[in-house]
């Protein structure tokens, strides 16, 4: 095979869609505005990654807790990812890891508990450490791993309060390594065409947007409805992906919100630390709204909804590992489903291949919080509050 530099422009292009569809990562149709969609070259390799491609390199990650979402997801991600594999795991569970051990054939040396977790240091298979765990653990295990002079991701939501978030910023700058939040939708092509179609105002400008998501909990992770655990309840758990979802759609950051706390059903059970739901406004400066709702006690259709000037854009379902269908005005995406955390995590190791920035920073982490603060409290006071201090970043890379 040619060096990677000896190529054309044609044909790198060619060699990166023949590997991304080797994902899975496999679009059929077109979109409804716009033609066929491009979104396999917003994924383009940079050079270095390329060359790890024809060499077979790929970084080693750590997934730091083997809970629900390591166990379905990540792990099951990484078997199909091509820049980077599963290289270590730290739980706290011995049957797990004799488990984990023998099912993904990991030596000794790559399997930590909680205790011996800084000896990573000393594990060259290990390039990234995955932060996976309840999130009043995050600030510790990142700064633990920036200390081990690892690159992270960490789960959202990033702390439960923004000092945490710019605690955990600090110290990875401090490291000199890469820092991403686990924001896998910025991956997914659907939402992808929902930033490129809102924030280009394809179908005018954005009047209004709506955003729906939440389920029924039933206590099978305890931790999500313990406060000091989890920071919050379903706002910090499933709203965020509304709050993600409509910023991304309209490319803006909210001047003010509005909040109430939804009915509570048991507010001696499972209630009694977190909220049972939330619905919320976010105000723009254009004068346009954002009504969104989420909730531990139904079940909502997962939606992400934005109503323009010449018609509307819309996600639902809207915020799955898989399932999500696109709809606009002037008809279907036509877009197929991908393996979302595979692409979030190749994205991550193509961006320290290459020495680029990811799209989806601790900076982005630290102003979902610091929004996520503003809707509780505006929720506790009844009044409108103000955003005006909340960090200034955005996901604008599909605008043309």
């Excluded at 060499?55 to 997934?63: D, M």
């Excluded at 999130?135 to 200390?147: D, G, I, P, S």
Aim: charged share 20%; proline share 6%; glycine share 10%.
């Amino acid at each position: 095979m040619k060096p990677v530099d000896s190529l054309s422009s044609a044909s790198r292009r060619e060699f990166v869609r023949t590997l991304s569809l080797g994902l899975g990562a496999t679009l059929v149709g077109s979109s409804a505005l716009g033609g066929p969609l491009s979104w396999l070259e917003e994924v383009s390799y940079g050079p270095a990654s390329l060359e790890a491609l024809q060499s077979g390199r790929q970084l080693g990650v750590a997934l730091v807790g083997l809970g629900k979402y390591s166990t379905g997801q990540l792990a099951p991600a990484l078997q199909q990812t091509k820049l980077c594999k599963l290289a270590g795991i730290v739980t706290g569970t011995p049957a797990k890891a004799a488990q984990w051990k023998k099912q993904y054939s990991l030596p000794d040396k790559s399997v930590y508990d909680y205790k011996t977790f800084d000896r990573i240091v000393d594990n060259p298979d290990v390039d990234i450490v995955y932060v996976v765990l309840p999130v009043a653990m995050h600030a510790e295990y990142v700064e633990r791993a920036a200390k081990a002079g690892k690159h992270v991701i960490c789960e959202k939501p990033m702390a439960p309060t923004a000092e945490d978030c710019r605690r955990m910023i600090s110290a990875m700058q401090k490291a000199g390594k890469k820092f991403s939040i686990g924001y896998r939708l910025h991956f997914e092509p659907h939402h992808q065409e929902m930033m490129r179609l809102g924030q280009n105002q394809e179908l005018g400008p954005i009047k209004s947007l709506v955003a729906d998501n939440g389920f029924r909990f039933n206590n099978d992770t305890p931790w999500r409805v313990d406060k000091e655990l989890a920071g919050g309840g379903p706002l910090m758990d499933m709203g965020i992906y509304c709050l993600q979802g409509v910023i991304y759609t309209k490319g803006e950051i909210p001047v003010s919100v509005t909040a109430k706390l939804a009915a509570n059903p048991d507010p001696k059970g499972l209630f009694k630390e977190v909220e049972a739901g939330v619905n919320w406004q976010m105000q723009f400066a254009d004068g346009s709204v954002a009504n969104c709702r989420t909730s531990y006690a139904e079940n909502m259709n997962s939606r992400l909804r934005a109503e323009t000037a010449k018609g509307f854009l819309e996600l639902q379902p809207a915020f799955g590992y898989g399932g999500i269908e696109g709809r606009t005005s002037q008809g279907p995406m036509n877009i197929q489903n991908v393996p979302q955390q595979a692409r979030q995590m190749d994205d991550f190791a193509d961006c320290i291949l290459n020495n680029k920035p990811t799209r989806v920073p601790g900076e982005m982490g630290l102003r979902d919080i610091q929004l996520l603060q503003a809707i509780y409290r505006a929720a506790e006071t009844g009044q409108k509050v103000s955003t005006k201090d909340v960090q200034q970043v955005l996901d604008k890379t599909n605008s043309r």
